[in-house]
């Protein structure tokens, strides 16, 4: 994976050099830059599909495409074997060098063609077009904002904000077409003026035979897992001993025929650590255990938000255990498998149960869709603020797609209805009967973490503290948004003090999922539509 940065329009090269160096962290391995007077690329990249990477941007065979990518090109050997046959010459062995010479051949629906996860910022200076882009889901990120008629982008906030005040996020599954030169409109909200290409699906489902439905996530799950080992370094798997991340180690052990490396985090004596060890042990992976204690995560918790670019407060709590798992795994491996995704896919979460079957399925399309600044953020920034690259599987686009065809009947099933259920049999014969049993547990609630932050806050900020906050919202004077609780309103003061600029605060995404009372006594409770 990498950190892209760069700028259309006027931008200063020096500023773009000091936006990649903040972002060093995204891919320690290899540095490129390339600039003109329109346009400047920068991408730092973190190696993991070639022994001798190939020059940074890429190029097309004459040079007059160059790109910068952020991602992984599950596709990329057909799609390269196909470009060869129509006579594009390669010069790397990666899988991203096929984007310069798909635009060649499709222009701006190169993006339809990709199989992945990306984020690509492209110049065409034959016909003087700029092009950037995101994919489906949004699992790579992508930000952007204008600074004196310039538009500067980057892989993360604290890049971005290196060259200008005024930032918004590039929207998932969506693509920006620019001339060069006398562009048609002035380029004002990115929102506005990029296009989409995806969306969640919207079709009514079509498949209630449960059989039907366990067959067809197995097989699609399998193959999204097949893909997401591709790799020349070694891949490790996160591991909480929940179902999620348990069924897609005991795929991934299946698939493999190297070691496989687990990496499980808790406080110590924690659910997620004891049913981790009991998966690792059954599945022999190679597996590997931190626990942390109070003192751990209150000295964590500015470094975590500073990187996690949210103050959401159950991002927060489930940020922390991923940044100290992710810390772990790089000890070992470079790329992890991560079990995201799978609540939103197949009603994991206890809200759901609420739901009749129509508002079921309108919440599962919005909670995906929330992703790319719910999990999705959390785990890129956790896993790259260790230089680590993180796969998701169950966001395969054949298993998004499969998901959405299903009945809401196979996802919660029975008269006390199980969440989950099509995954519960899905995983049938290759986990323990108890990791296959074992009820939802948030990562923060598994680790034990959720109740320690809850304490640190109550003791370093006042009841009186959050009523004033809560009145200063109240206002709308301000630009105070509202905290539910003593925690959040710690969690906000500490994003402030990193992010004080007041348009960073729209990029930040809000979990549907917490619900009146999560967040302590105190907390307002914003929760998921009833």
Not at 213 to 226: H, I, P, S, T
Request: aromatic letters at 6%; charged letters at 25%.
């Amino acid at each position: 994976m990498s950190g892209i940065v760069g700028g259309l329009g006027s931008p200063d090269p020096s500023t773009v050099r000091r936006m990649l160096t903040h972002m060093r962290h995204r891919g320690p391995d290899q540095e490129g830059f390339w600039a003109s007077e329109e346009v400047v690329l920068g991408q730092n990249r973190l190696t993991t599909m070639e022994r001798t990477p190939g020059p940074l941007p890429l190029r097309n065979e004459d040079g007059a495409v160059i790109a910068v990518v952020d991602g992984q090109i599950y596709n990329f050997r057909e799609l390269r074997a196909r470009l060869q046959a129509h006579g594009h010459t390669f010069r790397s062995r990666g899988d991203t060098e096929v984007v310069v010479h798909l635009w060649e051949e499709h222009g701006p629906e190169l993006v339809t063609r990709l199989d992945g996860v990306f984020a690509i910022a492209l110049y065409d200076r034959r016909a003087g077009r700029f092009f950037l882009a995101r994919d489906p889901l949004g699992i790579k990120p992508l930000y952007g904002g204008l600074q004196g008629g310039t538009l500067y982008f980057a892989s993360e906030l604290g890049g971005l904000l290196a060259a200008t005040d005024q930032v918004e996020e590039f929207p998932q599954g969506s693509c920006l077409v620019r001339a060069v030169q006398e562009p048609s409109q002035p380029l004002t909200c990115l929102a506005d003026q990029a296009q989409p290409y995806w969306d969640v699906p919207t079709a009514p489902p079509d498949i209630t035979d449960p059989q039907a439905a366990v067959a067809g996530v197995r097989e699609r799950l399998r193959r999204a897992v097949e893909k997401r080992l591709l790799a020349r370094v070694p891949v490790g798997v996160f591991l909480s001993g929940g179902l999620d991340s348990s069924l897609i180690a005991a795929l991934a052990r299946q698939l493999t025929s190297r070691q496989l490396h687990s990496f499980a985090v808790g406080l110590a004596g924690s659910d997620d650590l004891r049913y981790a060890a009991r998966v690792a042990e059954a599945l022999e992976t190679v597996h590997h255990e931190y626990a942390y204690d109070e003192a751990d995560l209150e000295e964590a918790l500015p470094t975590v938000i500073a990187h996690l670019e949210s103050y959401d407060p159950a991002l927060v709590r489930s940020a922390i255990p991923t940044y100290f798992a992710a810390r772990l795994a790089r000890q070992h491996v470079k790329v992890v498998l991560s079990g995201e995704g799978a609540d939103e896919l197949f009603a994991g979460y206890a809200y759901l149960r609420r739901l009749d079957r129509q508002r079921l399925q309108r919440e599962l399309r919005a909670v995906t869709a929330a992703l790319h600044n719910t999990n999705l953020q959390r785990v890129d920034r956790m896993t790259m603020a260790h230089s680590l690259e993180a796969r998701v599987p169950f966001l395969d686009l054949e298993v998004v797609h499969w998901a959405f065809r299903l009945d809401p009947s196979v996802k919660l099933r029975g008269s006390e209805p199980v969440e989950k259920w099509v995954l519960r049999k899905a995983a049938e014969g290759l986990l323990p009967a108890s990791v296959v049993a074992r009820k939802k547990a948030k990562f923060a609630h598994g680790t034990g973490t959720s109740q320690v932050l809850q304490a640190i806050a109550a003791r370093r900020i006042s009841a009186e503290a959050l009523r004033r906050a809560q009145q200063q919202a109240a206002s709308r004077q301000t630009g105070m948004p509202l905290v539910r609780s003593r925690e959040e309103l710690l969690y906000y003061r500490l994003f402030r003090e990193r992010f004080p600029q007041k348009a960073v605060l729209a990029t930040v995404g809000r979990t549907r999922s917490v619900v009146p009372g999560e967040l302590g006594e105190e907390g307002l409770g914003q929760g998921a539509p009833a």
